[in-house]
């Protein structure tokens, strides 16, 4: 979302000037968060993790659930009706322009953004898919984390006026994406077990210890940011953000540390409902009256790696990969099966992976947030849907 954002609302070319004026935040200055390196010091063991969890989940839950089974039907009966592109501008009166993303549209709507979730999957900085409920899973998992972190920062969320829609504030993107890990993990590119068995030991200014293995915990959450090249997401380092311009120290301070802050607070909620919050990423821009604003998605299936709690030291311990609740084993799938970074034209995954991978977001989803998914009605169709009730919302907001 970021990058069609940035289209819309680019960044000023003078983020870093001195003249920008900036809110007095109520967070404590963190010295820890200065572009320099930070040094963890050697893992020696697991930590005592599972004795704050109050909820024991299981993968027995996620795959034998009579609750996937009394939502197969749906899901297989919508495999030929997902949401994979939308045009709104053409039929909600207002409405500027269209900009699409990997997974949402978003559509200029003057003082405010539209932004439809579509049920497109994308990974390796490509659409693999589209997955039934996707959009209305992402979309309502996102309004569930605004709500529940506002202690911790403000948002740009207005109103949602549909199951896959939320209306936004206009605000300039920062072009840095806050990327925060627990864990030793990953299998793309920019992925932090990726680049660790390469040999790396300094990562966006992280100084890592020799010995880690995959899947294991890091002694501290860290902080990976990237900014957009040309189709793919390149790591930096703090310093190498605020040398570029791309934010100002000061931004880039505060930014930091609502992303650690939301993350930790993350985790502690997840592990609450039995999962380990792995790892995600935070986009933040700045609003009009010069706040800092979290925006884009909270803590999705998407933008975030989900793994069972209860299960997880043992499986380490014997070498076994986490029980995991997120996107990686149709990333995994892909790996398999082509180059999803060099391969002109990739093979249509599974219909059994894509109807397991609706079914796991609907898992996390149920499990987090402790509410009964609600599936649509077919008989009405998405995209009259959506255009009806965002011409209402629209109109509501004159």
Partial sequence: MSQCLRTLNPPKPLLNNTNLSMP????????????????YPRISGLSAQNQTQKQKLSLDALINSSRKEELLGAIKGSLS?????????????????????????????????????????????????????KGQVLNETSLWWF?????????????????????????????????????????????????YKSGVRNYCGNALPDGLVKNQKLTV??????????????????????????????????ASRKALSLFGYGQRVALEHGLILVDTKYEFGRSSDGSI???????????????????????????????????EFLRLWFKDHCDPYKDEVLPDAPEELVCELSWRYIFLYETITKSKFEVPLLEDPIHDRISRNVELALSSLK
């Fill in 221 to 254: 959450n860290i902080l990976t940011p990237t900014t957009k090249a040309a189709d793919h997401d390149v790591p930096v380092t703090p310093s190498e953000i605020i040398e570029q311009g791309l934010m100002t120290q000061a931004d880039y301070d505060e």
């Fill in 293 to 327: 604003l979290l925006i884009d998605e909270v803590h999705t299936p998407d933008s975030s790696r989900y793994w069972i709690a209860h299960s997880y030291e043992e499986r380490f311990r014997n070498g076994l990969e986490p029980e995991n609740v997120d996107k």
């Fill in 24 to 39: 007095n935040s109520t967070l404590p200055s963190f010295s820890s968060f200065e572009p320099k390196l930070k040094r």
């Fill in 147 to 195: 709500n529940r972190t506002q202690h911790i920062t403000q948002n740009a969320v207005v109103s949602a006026p549909d199951k896959n829609v939320t209306i936004a504030k206009k605000c300039s993107v920062f072009p840095v994406e806050f990327v925060v890990r627990g864990y030793v993990t990953g299998s793309t590119d920019t992925s932090l077990w990726t680049v």
């Fill in 81 to 133: 009706n997902c949401l994979s592109e939308t045009n709104l501008h053409l039929t909600v009166p207002g409405l500027k322009s269209k900009t699409r993303g990997k997974v949402r549209d978003i559509y200029d709507g003057g003082d405010y953004l539209i932004l439809v979730t579509t049920d497109r999957q994308s990974a390796f900085d490509r659409i693999l898919a589209s997955i039934p409920f």
